[in-house]
């Protein structure tokens, strides 16, 4: 019984130390997602007046661009997976891991070859573990990507769209990575990141002039060229953005989860001990009394 109640006392101080430790962690994420949000949403209007540009040399500038070339049918495609550099964050990596999967056996259907790039220690991971192989890999940002990132990120990617075929290119890039919605839900998508696709805004005179008229200087062709990658470097941070936003969602709301179940066990090991602890007690009395009564009987 000693060793018993020995136990569970020190189950409930192991549980207590990892208690502290998750509430902590809890509120590093809770107090991190703000400033992630903050800087997604601070760089929202350099993303609306960049895509009014582009979208508005893609409808009225009538100007082709190597960015722009749909090239059918693909015959290899570029992915690029964007997972976290740490655990602890529920099923965050899993499910855009889960996306990237559905999204590669979709291709390979199709007939075409997948280049995988990755972003995150748990998807290098993952590669590794099936020996899988992986063209690059950026780790270290997952939580706080900065621009810098996103640019080396979208040098790469535009630069192996525009290699020949022959020599490695491929056709088409996708982007795998996490939406943010809300603290509540998070969603894995994929999108085609190249080859660029600006539609022209549909519906009344109204909606038409949202896009406004540019006089380019000193050619539509050379800002066009200035501005894709541009354009793409930013679609690349700003799915960094979302992911960084999404994984410390997750991250809180696993750790919020860890630290109430662990107040759950403490309780019911407290319980426990109690029990023990009681039934300890009444086995002592009544070994005193039956002591007592072995003596009195003796005499």
Excluded at 114 to 136: H, I, M, P, S
Excluded at 151 to 167: D, G, M
Excluded at 220 to 229: G, I, K, S, T, Y
Excluded at 242 to 269: F, G, Y
Aim: aromatic share 6%; net charge negative.
């Amino acid at each position: 019984m000693a060793n018993n109640l020995r136990e569970l006392r020190q189950r409930r101080r192991s549980v207590t130390a990892t208690q502290k430790i998750t509430r902590a962690m809890e509120l590093i994420a809770a107090s991190r997602i703000i400033k992630a949000q903050q800087i997604a949403r601070s760089a929202m209007p350099y993303t609306r007046a960049l895509t009014e540009a582009v979208s508005a040399l893609a409808s009225y500038g009538e100007v082709a661009h190597p960015l722009l070339e749909d090239r059918q049918p693909p015959r290899r495609s570029a992915m690029l997976l964007i997972t976290g550099d740490r655990g602890l964050a529920g099923a965050y990596s899993a499910n855009v891991i889960k996306a990237a999967e559905q999204l590669h056996a979709r291709l390979v259907s199709d007939g075409q070859e997948v280049v995988q790039y990755l972003t995150g220690n748990k998807g290098v991971a993952y590669f590794d573990f099936r020996n899988r192989n992986v063209e690059q890999a950026w780790t270290g940002f997952s939580d706080a990507p900065q621009y810098s990132h996103a640019r080396e990120i979208s040098e790469t990617l535009v630069a192996k769209f525009l290699q020949p075929y022959e020599e490695g290119g491929v056709d088409q890039i996708h982007v795998v990575g996490t939406r943010f919605v809300s603290m509540l839900t998070q969603q894995a998508h994929a999108v085609r990141l190249l080859p660029l696709v600006v539609e022209e805004a549909e519906g009344d005179d109204e909606s038409v002039d949202q896009i406004p008229f540019y006089d380019f200087e000193p050619s539509a062709a050379e800002v066009l060229d200035r501005l894709l990658p541009m354009y793409v470097a930013n679609r690349v941070y700003n799915a960094l953005l979302q992911s960084a936003a999404s994984e410390l969602a997750s991250r809180q709301r696993a750790m919020k989860a860890a630290t109430d179940n662990a107040q759950d066990l403490i309780e019911r090991l407290t319980r426990e001990a109690n029990q023990a602890r009681q039934a300890e007690i009444t086995q002592e009395i009544s070994e005193i009394v039956g002591g007592a009564s072995a003596l009195a009987e003796s005499a």
